[in-house]
């Protein structure tokens, strides 16, 4: 009985062809989006959960106190874990962690590539983690100078398919031994890296570690037993801060206290500075509420085409009932049917989904490493099975039971019409699909337009061709100004500079005394500072707006010059900036060490990424200095620029080798997670539009198809193909304009919503809005015109007889 | 006004062809009241459409009023029809949400005619079939006879040359039927053409000549003389 069952279902879907198609396709696009999302929250929300032992790991997290206000940093003092361990014998083991953020050139043999994910740990970090090795042994591959483990990422690129353990890499100054090979570090990492090299070696005394307590370099990780020991540890600490950190802290009114995170928590916790680029599980919410929306949206579709096909079928439900089929024969028949069609759509799907993870590069725009081989299988067919089988029951349900109630005979006769009702709730459900679609263009235009002012607002410097080096210790630093000597001779080099700090990646906060407009009275605020070398504003291209820029023989004065921002000037209300006294750096008995006095106003510049305001800035001079050295290069010649910087690096600093990142790329990164979330929504638009569309297209169609007959009439008395295709869409008209209207102001609060975590953002321009109705409305009297045509076009006579 | 020369209509299905008109030859002259008689499936329906443009057909000659039908365009054939033709239908074919005032009027939309002037038209076309009193009635609400008589209305309106008629008393009682074959016969008698399938003797018996057709073969005219 079950087998003539299927098979007349087969054979209803073979016979209708294009309807079973579209009904499949349609299905599977919603079907896949909601895969591929349900494998990106699986991701997310799987942040570091590949770690084994990630619940007894946690990352020591610090936080500053200077008069009165709190700093909160994720890294902490390379000497803090060892003390700790000595001070707290339940603290099972700890580990430390440093990312070398810049461009290393690694070289083997003919191979030669610029890595960007390199770090430093120590050498129990693989043990600790509980990382599996493919090869090497855990316990020993770090404890040798000059190792280096590497993914298979990095393996493959310098060495193939061979075995890479005991194969050398070298960069410009070191010469490294692969100890060690690691599966790749999964995208949903926090800390990533494809590397690690073994570089600490704690040789500080006790005074260096002490004194090093209050620096911020590296990410600290403990293994603890349980929470409870986590709770314990930030309990007890204070005393660790009586005994180490007191008396440097009331030196300069400072406090310092510990936070634990566990490993897997970190990413979508609290946002601290020097942290890695952390995750928002708001974002994550509104994923799946937008991939829950695409799911509904193709089911309404499946729904409605159902019901559509439903009324065409009224003549051979009726002459089933008349040669005997009961209401549950009628109603299995039309519920494995629509099991059938989703269950193709299901399948579909799953191969559009390996299909777009492995041929497109998706995950490459995401930086994720989806794929349906990472997931439990249990939990997959668990989710496929409940999304599918909810479809085709909801969507057969209707068709079903209106169908198993057709009168036989008179369903023969013709004259009974199914569902007059159903009409309404299709128009709704599509005046639905068409308001989301709407919407979510929209808020696509209004992310893309914000992504765009991102990455093209005037930033007050220009970020463009600028290259980074960091300059570590006082030898690199001393050689800095023979260096830019040499580099003014070369024609690809612009400018350069140092300064301490970089935009985008935090700058220095300290308490300054700063003079009042009236003169003589000072104030003490912490106020964001960067300390840079001459030249600093003409390689930033900075514009100095009053007064001027910071000149050779400032170095040489007793009261240093400094510079502010427009920022500054405005909220300390001074009229007069130039000549204003500020002081700075507090000895042991409190009084300020440096005193300084503005020469000059910048142009407001954003150090911070745009998420934030600019704030108040001071500049001050200082040559020789650490930080980051800034060169600004010729952009139509960057390859030539690169190799005559190189080869001057190596000649003047050959002990460190040339490495470097690229200013505007060091920006992107602050967007990131707002590039991705944009290119999400894109993706989740294309398939809004073309899944409404094919609402629009089965709404059209089913409407016409019920007016087929009227059209006929209408045609015999006269009426021209203009005037039938206004007729229908007369009727479509108020639906669309409705969906149009609601869509609009859904869209300005999502685009409100996603732009208040910006603190400079492109204005909501009307035009985008007014677009994309007037593109939408288009878009749907030429779907509905189509359908209207055809059955317009046809022979009055064969719409007569379709009755 | 009509020169049919050996048309065949052929209908092609992807196995079977069917043979619903074969080589029809047929003339009829302004003034005339033409029935068409003949078995279920002979092609009476198939050949009326034919004639009002409404199906188009295979092989043969089409003349209407000097013209060749097979080499117009849609649009001027659309437009011979609007200017020229009214259909009555065996089923009535009124559109279900307009008024009977609305379905007489929709042909003289169709033609571009100005609202004062509908008015005009359809109030006077409502008393020729009497029913001024109805005008605001969906058809629903009215007898088979009376929808028909809607139907005429509609299709003279617009003061058609030529009427065809299908099976126009086939849904109604004999009394109804009478009725509209009265005005069917005092519309011919004003100088309207009418064609008329039909499979009532009696009802052909209102026309002057009868055309028969058998397995889409014209098999005999015969003229009725009426006194």
């Not at chain 1, 619940?55 to 940093?73: L, S």
């Not at chain 1, 802290?249 to 995170?261: D, K």
């Not at chain 1, 580099?487 to 350069?496: E, K, R, W």
């Not at chain 1, 140092?498 to 985008?504: A, D, H, I, L």
Request: hydrophobic fraction near 45%; proline fraction near 3%.
């Amino acid at each position: 009985m079950f087998r003539a069952r299927l098979k007349f279902a087969f054979r209803a879907l073979l016979k209708n062809k294009t309807y079973s198609l579209l009904n499949i396709v349609g299905l599977a696009l919603g079907l896949s989006v909601s895969l591929i999302i349900f494998l990106y929250l699986n991701s997310e929300f799987g942040f570091d959960k590949h770690v084994p032992n990630h619940e007894t790991i946690y990352r020591v997290e610090g936080e500053f106190k200077i008069n009165n206000e709190i700093e909160q940093f994720a890294g902490s003092s390379r000497a803090l874990a060892p003390l700790l361990a000595k001070e707290y014998d339940y603290i099972d083991d700890y580990t430390r962690l440093y990312h070398i953020d810049v461009n290393v050139r690694f070289k083997s043999k003919n191979k030669s590539h610029y890595e960007e994910d390199i770090a430093i740990a120590d050498n129990n970090f693989f043990e600790v983690f509980e990382i599996p090795m493919l090869k090497g042994d855990r316990k020993t591959c770090l404890k040798e100078p000059q190792s280096l483990v590497v993914t298979q990422h990095f393996a493959q690129r310098y060495f193939g398919e061979t075995n890479p353990v005991g194969k050398q890499v070298s960069t410009s100054n070191h010469t490294y031994t692969v100890t060690g090979l690691i599966a790749n570090w999964p995208s949903n990492s926090h800390h990533k890296f494809d590397a690690v090299l073994s570089a600490f070696n704690d040789t500080l005394d006790l005074q260096e570690q002490l004194n090093s307590l209050w620096q911020v370099n590296v990410f600290t990780f403990l293994k603890l037993p349980s929470s409870d020991q986590a709770d314990r540890l930030v309990a007890d600490f204070p005393g660790f801060y009586d005994k180490y950190m007191r008396p440097m802290g009331e030196s300069f009114g400072g406090h310092f206290q510990i936070q634990l995170s566990e490993l897997s928590e970190i990413h979508f916790g609290r946002s601290l500075q020097y942290d890695r680029k952390g995750g928002d599980k708001s974002y994550l919410y509104a994923f799946a509420a937008i991939s829950l929306i695409v799911l509904i949206l193709a089911g309404i579709n499946f729904v409605n085409m159902a019901t559509a096909r439903g009324m065409k079928r009224v003549k051979e439900a009726g002459l089933r009932k008349v040669l005997g089929a009961n209401k549950a024969e009628i109603r299995w028949l039309v519920f494995l049917e629509s099991f059938l069609l989703s269950f193709a759509s299901l399948f579909m799907a799953f191969v559009l989904v390996e299909l777009v993870l492995e041929l497109t590069p998706f995950n490459e725009v995401l930086q994720k490493d989806l794929s349906l081989s990472h997931i439990n299988t249990g939990l997959l067919a668990g989710v496929a099975l409940l999304l599918t089988s909810s479809v085709s029951v909801l969507s057969a349900w209707y068709p079903a039971f209106s169908l198993s109630k057709v009168p036989g005979l008179s369903a023969i006769r013709g004259g009974y019409q199914l569902g007059k009702r159903s009409v309404r709730m299709r128009r709704i459900l599509v005046g639905f699909q068409f308001c989301i679609s709407v919407a979510v263009v929209i808020t696509a235009l209004g992310m893309y337009r914000q992504m765009n002012y991102v990455s093209n607002k005037d930033l007050g410097f220009n970020k463009e061709d600028i290259l980074l080096v960091s300059v570590e210790d006082s030898v690199t630093a001393s050689r800095i100004p023979k260096i830019q000597e040499q580099l003014a001779n070369s024609p690809y080099v612009m400018a350069s500079s140092t300064s301490f700090s970089v935009p985008g990646r935090g700058l220095g906060r300290s308490v300054f005394s700063l003079e009042s407009e009236v003169g003589g009275l000072f104030e003490q605020k912490v106020i964001d500072n960067m300390q840079v070398s001459l030249g600093y504003c003409t390689t930033m291209e900075m514009e100095v707006v009053e007064g001027r820029d910071f000149k050779r023989k400032d170095n040489l004065s007793e009261e240093k010059a400094v510079l502010v921002n427009q920022k500054m000037v405005e909220e300390q209300g001074w009229e007069q900036p130039i000549g204003k006294r500020i002081r700075w750096g507090f000895d042991e008995s409190g009084e300020e060490m440096f005193y300084g006095t503005v020469v000059g106003v910048v142009a407001n510049f954003n150090a911070h990424s745009l998420h934030e305001s600019i704030k108040p800035t001071v500049l001050f001079l200082k040559d020789n200095q650490l930080g980051t050295f800034h060169i600004r290069v010729d952009s139509e010649h960057l390859k030539k620029a690169l190799v005559s910087i190189e080869k001057v690096w190596a000649k003047h600093n050959p002990e460190n080798s040339f490495q470097f990142s690229f200013l505007n790329k060091t920006l992107a990164n602050l967007y990131q997670e707002e590039q991705r979330q944009s290119q999400l929504i894109l993706y989740l638009t294309y398939m809004a539009i073309f899944i409404s569309f094919l609402g629009l297209t089965g709404l059209a169609s089913f409407t016409t198809g019920l007016r087929t007959r009227e059209i006929g009439i209408r045609k015999v008395l006269g009426a021209d193909v203009f005037q039938m295709v206004n007729l229908i869409f007369k009727e479509m008209f108020t639906l669309i304009v409705l969906s149009i209207l609601l869509a609009l102001p859904l869209a300005y609060l999502l685009i409100k919503a996603w732009l208040s975590g910006f603190a400079f953002s492109a204005s909501l321009n009307p035009l985008i809005f007014a677009f994309s109705a007037l593109v939408a409305a288009l878009l749907a009297y030429l779907i509905i015109s189509y359908h209207s045509l055809k059955v317009a076009r046809n022979k009055p006579v064969d719409t007569l007889k379709y009755e | 006004m009509i020169q049919l020369h050996h048309l065949s209509k052929i209908y092609k299905s992807d196995t079977v062809e069917t043979h619903a008109l074969k080589e029809i030859s047929l003339q009829v002259e302004e003034g005339e009241f033409v029935s068409i008689m003949g078995p279920s499936g002979c092609g009476k329906t198939t050949l009326l459409n034919i004639i009002g443009l409404l199906d188009n057909f295979n092989r043969g000659l089409y003349i209407f009023d000097s013209k060749e039908v097979k080499e117009l365009a849609e649009r001027e054939s659309e437009k011979i029809r609007k200017d020229n033709i009214g259909f009555v239908f065996q089923n009535f074919n009124l559109l279900d949400e307009l008024t009977v005032y609305e379905n007489i009027e929709l042909p003289l939309i169709y033609l571009g005619v100005k609202s004062s002037e509908r008015k005009l038209r359809v109030t006077e076309i409502l008393e020729r079939i009497s029913l001024g009193h109805r005008s605001g009635h969906f058809p629903y609400q009215l007898s088979g006879g009376q929808q028909q008589k809607v139907a005429i209305g509609r299709a003279i309106v617009a003061k058609p040359r030529l009427i065809l008629a299908d099976e126009p008393t086939g849904n109604l009682d004999s009394e109804q039927g009478s009725e509209i074959m009265e005005m069917l016969t005092a519309l011919n008698e004003s100088g309207t053409t009418i064609i008329m399938v039909t499979h009532s003797i009696s009802d052909a018996a209102y026309s002057s000549r009868l055309v028969k057709l058998m397995d889409g073969h014209l098999v005999s005219e015969k003229s009725f003389l009426h006194v």
